[in-house]
C-alpha cells in the first residue's frame, strides 16, 4: 500500500526556518510531479509549491524567494525548505504526490508566531 511519511514540521519564530519532508514509500511505480499544498484555518487549501518529474519548479507568489522545493528521486522523497518564516505561513502542510494516480499526505502543523 502507498505511503506518504511526512515529517519536519512544528512551531518557529517569524523570520525563522523550518524544513518538511515527504518520503513515498510501498510502491516501486516511478514519482510523477510532487507538490505541497496548505490549508489555514478557516481557509481553502492552496498550492504552495510544485516539482515535476525533470525539476521545474512554480511556487505560489506569497512564498517566491522563501520557499524552496526539492526532490531526491532515489529515495522518493520531496523537500520543502521554508525560511524567512511569517505567521501567515501557519497552516497544515500536505504533501501531493503522482503516481498512477494523486497520493496526499496526512498533513503536518506548521505554526509561526511573531
Known amino acids: 500500500q502507498v505511503q506518504l511519511v511526512e515529517s519536519g514540521g512544528g512551531s518557529a519564530q517569524s523570520g525563522g526556518s523550518l524544513r518538511l519532508s515527504c518520503a513515498v514509500s510501498?510502491?516501486?511505480?516511478?514519482?510523477?510531479?510532487m507538490a505541497w499544498h496548505r490549508q489555514a484555518p478557516g481557509k481553502e487549501r492552496e498550492l504552495v509549491a510544485v516539482i515535476s518529474s525533470y525539476g521545474t519548479t512554480n511556487y505560489a507568489e506569497s512564498v517566491k524567494g522563501r520557499f524552496t522545493i526539492s526532490r531526491d528521486d532515489a529515495k522518493k522523497t520531496v523537500y520543502l525548505q521554508m525560511n524567512n518564516l511569517k505567521p501567515e505561513d501557519t497552516a497544515v502542510y500536505y504533501c501531493?504526490?503522482?503516481?498512477?494516480?494523486?497520493?496526499w499526505g496526512q498533513g503536518t502543523q506548521v505554526t509561526v508566531s511573531s
Open positions: 501531493n504526490v503522482q503516481l498512477r494516480s494523486s497520493i
Open positions: 510501498g510502491t516501486t511505480v516511478r514519482v510523477l510531479g
